[in-house]
Every structure is written in C-alpha cells, then in structure tokens.
C-alpha cells in the first residue's frame, strides 16, 4: 500500500497548537497512524540520571502527532494538497497533487 506522507516529506499542520506550520516528517509510524514531524509539536521531558556521574536534565524534543492532522506539501505548487495515486505504464503506482497532477 503506498502511504500519503512518507519520511523527508514536507508537510502542513492542520490544527492544534501548531496549526499552520511546515516541518520535515522524521518518522512516520503506520501501525498506530502517527507522524514524527522536525520542530513541531515540541515537549519538555525531565530525564533523571542512571548512573553514577551522569546528570540530570531537562529535554525538549518532538512528539508524535496524529496522521489526520498533517497534510503534505506538494514540491511544484509548494501549497498543501491532498494526494491522489496515479498509475505510471509501467504498472508502478506514484504519489501525484491533486491540485497541479504533478508527480512527487
């Protein structure tokens, strides 16, 4: 099954506290429907030292967001747009805009 976003795509956030920013998809998790987007959807974790010498610390890292929230760019018309697969003479199936029928 081809999948809509895929990891190295740039993608719009549709809603929640980071609505209407771009960011490059990390990671893309198909089991649960989830996407791992680059500064977005950032959240502070508190990591206690293990051992012995090691320190404890504040992070802020990127949190999983749900796949229904994003929707990717198209790399012609660099607009949000939906995807539509298209099937290529060679049997392949490809990601192609809706908007501009261009390939990505």
Same mark, same amino acid.
């Given at each position: 099954?081809? #999948?809509?976003?895929?990891?190295?795509? +740039?993608? &719009?956030?549709?809603?929640?506290?980071?609505?209407?920013?771009?960011?490059?998809?990390?990671?893309?998790?198909?089991?649960?429907?989830?996407?791992?987007?680059?500064?977005?959807?950032?959240? +502070?974790?508190?990591?206690?030292?293990? *051992?012995?010498?090691? *320190? #404890?610390?504040?992070?802020?890292?990127? #949190? &999983?967001? =749900?796949?229904?929230?994003?929707? =990717?760019?198209? =790399? #012609?018309?660099?607009?949000?747009?939906?995807?539509?697969?298209?099937?290529?003479?060679?049997?392949?199936? +490809?990601r192609a805009c809706h908007r501009c029928n261009d390939t990505f």
């Amino acid at each position: 099954m081809l #999948s809509r976003v895929k990891k190295n795509d +740039t993608v &719009y956030v549709l809603s929640g506290k980071d609505k209407g920013k771009q960011g490059l998809v990390i990671a893309v998790d198909q089991k649960n429907d989830r996407v791992l987007v680059k500064d977005i959807a950032i959240i +502070t974790r508190h990591k206690k030292a293990r *051992r012995q010498g090691e *320190r #404890s610390e504040v992070v802020k890292e990127e #949190s &999983y967001i =749900p796949l229904c929230k994003v929707m =990717p760019v198209c =790399p #012609s018309c660099r607009l949000a747009c939906r995807v539509r697969m298209r099937i290529l003479d060679d049997a392949a199936k +490809t990601r192609a805009c809706h908007r501009c029928n261009d390939t990505f």
